[in-house]
């Protein structure tokens, strides 16, 4: 849990707009309205945003969806 804290705390320095919500209802997201909640869902909002979150996952070795 807390190499999880240290991505977020780091995504929200590198990019402070960034939105982060914890347990949000995958629902809200599909076509169908179905799925559970996911752990983190992150919305990024430029390019550069997606690169640091795919990087930082990838070097804290969290699993990650686009």
Excluded: W
Excluded at 21 to 42: K, L, W
């Amino acid at each position: 849990m807390d190499q999880i804290n240290e991505c977020i705390a780091a995504l929200r320095q590198a990019a402070p707009e960034i939105d982060i919500s914890q347990n949000e209802p995958m629902s809200r997201h599909t076509t169908f309205r179905i799925g559970g909640p996911a752990d983190y869902f992150v919305t990024p909002h430029t390019k550069e945003e997606i690169r640091q979150v795919i990087r930082l996952c990838k070097e804290e070795e969290i699993p990650f969806a686009v």
